[in-house]
């Protein structure tokens, strides 16, 4: 099982910058062994700047043609919805770079969390079949944590037994949020990449990273969801002065 590490950057510019690093190294890595680089990407806000990042690299640092991205998560609203993570993404990286439309596999949140999940669910299955026997079917995981723990659409509280046999799920956020019904990636899917990124900044997540790094080593634990998540290599946390733990 693979073990979280944490990585301080002077400020959320440089973790942006680190996270980029690490994608550029894996991308070309994914590409040169097996020709092809699956990526999830985050919602929330945090990846923006990152996502800029990439977007504005030199032409031909990284080969578009070869990447599929998939998404962690989505709420239940059309593409162009502000609340959309698929908006997001496509506004500040995939509507800038060469990649094949049918390389991008959105989550279809306006079908309804039901429905939405039950084909993503699909959409993962093949994407993994895809992959040789010696691969992960994902080689990055980009995702994000709120104040309370959670990672992608995995709120605390879940009942995350029902989802052992699931790559994609429905799930329901919290009252505060703006959208509830939400589509999420499972931790079995996730626990199928190489890697995974935690880019987190700022001072209102930092009691929650010293929290879910000391329940990931003794004890993972459902109130703390981003404290589950396992991959085949590392959880490298990412994360800006302001939210490292002292
Ligand atoms: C979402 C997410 C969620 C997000 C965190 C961090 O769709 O809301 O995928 O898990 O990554 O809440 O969000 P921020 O980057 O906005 O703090």
Known sequence: MSGHVLTVCEDAAAAARTAMERWIGISQDSIARRGRFVVVLAGGSTPKSLYELLSALPAGTLDWSRAVVLFGDERCVGPDHLDSN??????????????????????????????????????????????????????????????????????????????????????????????????????????????????????????????????????????????????RGRVEWIVDRAAAPV
């Open 86 to 231: 698929f908006r997001m993404a496509k506004e500040s990286l995939l509507g800038r770079v060469p990649i094949p439309a049918v390389n991008v596999h959105r989550i279809v949140g306006e079908n309804g969390p039901q429905k939405a999940a039950a084909q993503y669910d699909g959409v993962l299955r093949q994407i993994f079949s895809a992959a040789g026997a010696q691969d992960a079917p994902i080689d990055l995981t980009l995702l994000g944590m709120g104040a309370d723990g959670h990672t992608a659409s995995l709120f605390p509280g879940r009942d995350f037994s029902a989802d052992v046999s699931l790559l994609a799920a429905p799930a329901v956020a919290p009252p505060e949020s703006p959208v509830r019904d939400r589509v999420t990636m499972t931790l079995p899917a996730f626990a199928a990449s190489a890697n995974i990124l935690m880019l987190t900044a700022g001072a209102g997540k930092r009691q929650m990273v010293g929290k879910i790094l000391t329940a990931a080593k003794t004890r993972p634990n459902p109130i703390l969801p981003s404290s589950l998540l396992t991959c």
